[in-house]
């Protein structure tokens, strides 16, 4: 049968998505022209925030106490978890060396970045695992010089637990701005800290817009949209689980989507009859977001079979996908568009954003389809180099030479042409020049 639409989606994260781009640009030129008097008007405007930028050391000890013990063995247990994975990640990634042909040596070095920015965003929740998800896993990578920031409260400044975070994962310099004016200082090293490299972490559409537009001046990780999450569930998937999953995802933001892919009609009823029982049992603050998502947001979608499940799955190519179905192993081996998977109910989403391992960091909108997420290899560089001896180079020099002179550029050419001539002088070798 074809696929069954349970649910509609009204709208997708696009419909209605206010330009930003104009305000974003805006702020970012007084900042190029203001410097760090201009970030410092911004923090006042925006989060009203009247305190030091940089965070002292003593700071950090006075929110450290401020943090439960048991919260802080959390963080580090979360921490240990992330740093052994990408510890994991890290060793993947090798120098390598070859002889091409005989006297050519080429291959490749990896390099991490000099400096790394980490936005922690901490509007509408404090997101203490985003401090532990970017700071490690750009530690882990090498990392010389990592900057995190994440939005001050008026009176407070970073709340205790993200400073602990921050710190506890080896940020070198922390600074209590948000929005674009924490991006525009990580970016142009103000205030003390190392210029960025390469820009990491999620945030509101100003974050985004503003990472977006600094794109190629420095490194980012990802255009990123509203966070979404797929269930993947069949006859053995606990509704009652199903049905948390996706309103845990949901509870994210009004604009988060979520989808539902089945091939058990009973269950799909179920769940739709859960959903907005759970969502009710919420705090208003979290049920409010949640049940914008699932009214305008969330599909659910019947399907005859599993290999039908994954074609709906790869065409969404969802940020998070759940997989609530027997046979584990064969949906780890079918699917493969996705920004992480998570296998069995023993897991959830959740668990990943908070403290299993990979990171949180991931691509939303589709963009799983070419890219994954946050890791190692995003903060560093795979650099080669190459190496002939003057036999070698002779070869080379004939191929390039001919090669340059059928393309135009007579000036690669001759680069060739001197090569042969001092290396080789007693010998004529047809290099297409233009005959007179």
Request: aromatic share 6%; proline share 6%.
């Amino acid at each position: 049968m074809p696929v069954t639409h349970l649910k509609t989606a009204s709208r997708t994260p696009a419909t209605g998505q206010t330009d930003v781009r104009a305000g974003v640009e805006a702020l970012l030129a007084r900042i190029e022209a203001g410097g760090e008097a201009a970030v410092r008007d911004l923090a006042r405007e925006m989060d009203r925030w009247e305190g030091p930028v940089v965070v002292t050391p003593e700071a950090i000890r006075a929110a450290a106490r401020q943090v439960p013990e048991t919260l802080k063995d959390d963080i580090r247990f979360a921490h240990g978890n992330i740093s052994r994975f990408a510890r994991a990640q890290r060793g993947t990634i090798s120098d390598c060396e070859i002889e091409v042909i005989p006297g050519l040596w080429a291959g490749q070095k990896q390099i991490p970045v000099g400096a790394a920015g980490c936005y922690v965003p901490g509007g509408r929740y404090s997101h203490i695992a985003s401090a532990i998800m970017t700071v490690t896993t750009a530690k882990e990578a090498g990392v010389a010089h990592v900057t995190a920031c994440s939005p001050p409260r008026p009176g407070q400044g970073i709340p205790p637990a993200i400073l602990f975070a921050m710190d506890h994962c080896g940020a070198d310099t922390i600074l209590n701005l948000g929005g674009v004016q924490g991006i525009a200082a990580m970016a142009k090293g103000l205030f003390g800290a190392r210029k960025a490299d390469i820009l990491v972490g999620p945030g509101n559409q100003y974050v985004a817009e503003a990472k977006r537009i600094l794109y190629g001046e420095i490194g980012i990780d990802m255009f990123a949209g509203p966070t979404d999450s797929m269930v993947i569930a069949d006859h053995t998937a606990d509704p009652l689980f199903v049905a948390w999953d996706l309103v845990g995802q949901a509870e994210h933001g009004w604009n988060s989507p979520v989808w539902m892919v089945t091939t058990d009609r009973a269950l799909a009823g179920r769940v739709l009859e859960l959903v907005p029982e759970l969502i009710a049992s919420l705090p208003e603050a979290n049920a409010a977001n949640a049940r914008a998502a699932w009214a305008d947001f969330a599909e659910v979608i019947l399907c005859d079979s599993a290999a039908e499940m994954v074609e709906v799955a790869d065409r969404t190519a969802p940020e998070h996908l759940h997989v609530q179905a027997a046979d584990l192993d064969w949906w780890l081996a079918n699917l493969r568009c996705y920004g992480s998977l998570f296998l069995g109910e023993e897991t959830t989403v959740a668990f990943g954003d908070k403290a299993s391992g990979p990171n949180h960091v991931l691509p939303t909108s589709g963009a799983a389809r070419y890219t994954g997420g946050l890791s190692v290899h995003k903060f560093m560089k795979t650099v080669t180099w190459q190496r002939a001896s003057r036999m070698a180079s002779k070869r080379l020099a004939i191929a390039t030479a001919r090669i340059s002179r059928e393309e135009g550029m007579e000036g690669h050419a001759r680069t060739a042409d001197v090569r042969l001539a001092k290396y080789f002088p007693s010998e004529h070798f047809d290099l297409g020049r233009p005959q007179p």
